[in-house]
């Protein structure tokens, strides 16, 4: 059983709550738009997995460092994690092909800044997108997404809002 914390434009935003609620989990996700290499030694030194992909805004230090798609199993659940996804029905051009040809059991992704969690009954597959939680972007509230997953299951799922983008409570 894992517990795992999805993350998602930073955007160079370092939040002490990031701590608080990504600390204690197994592994971190970071779908994109780190921000720098700076954030991303942060996210890493709190010593969960930290597993990221680049985002569009992310600059060529953290390209270097991390996949523009990262495909891998987390305990019995096929994981997909890329910035730039759309959403069930509207999957981005650049990744679209592979999701149809080889749909995961979990695809997560970041970039709109909207908070989804939606499960694709075309696909079979559960799609997370965590929203923002840097203060970059329209979004109001800064979100990250938690869950377990343990086996094939996936379950737990809650959405933890870190507070309003512009006061930060």
């Known amino acids: 059983m894992?517990?795992?914390?999805?993350?998602?434009?930073t955007h160079g935003?370092?939040?002490d709550k990031y701590e608080t609620y990504l600390g204690s989990m197994d592994e971190i996700w970071h779908a994109g738009d780190i921000g720098s290499s700076e954030l991303a030694d942060r996210f890493e030194?709190?010593?969960?997995?930290?597993r990221a992909v680049y985002g569009n805004c992310d600059g060529g230090v953290v390209r270097q460092r991390y996949p523009e798609i990262l495909r891998f199993r987390c305990e019995d659940v096929d994981v997909l994690l890329k910035h730039i996804g759309g959403y069930p029905g509207r999957y981005d051009?650049?990744?679209?092909n592979q999701l149809y040809a080889s749909p995961p059991n979990l695809f997560?992704?970041?970039?709109?800044?909207?908070l989804k969690v939606q499960y694709d009954k075309a696909l079979r597959l559960l799609h997370i997108n965590p929203g923002?939680?840097?203060?970059?972007?329209w979004q109001r509230e800064?979100?990250?997404?938690?869950?377990?997953?343990?086996?094939s299951d996936m379950r737990d799922c809650e959405v933890i809002?870190?507070?309003n983008k512009t006061n930060k409570i």
């Open 108 to 114: 997560v992704c970041g970039h709109s800044h909207i």
């Open 45 to 50: 030194a709190m010593r969960p997995v930290l």
């Open 142 to 151: 800064r979100t990250l997404v938690r869950l377990t997953i343990d086996g």
């Open 13 to 15: 935003y370092w939040d």
């Open 132 to 137: 923002a939680a840097g203060l970059m972007g």
């Open 2 to 9: 894992k517990r795992i914390g999805i993350i998602s434009d």
């Open 161 to 163: 809002t870190l507070g």
């Open 93 to 96: 051009r650049s990744i679209a």
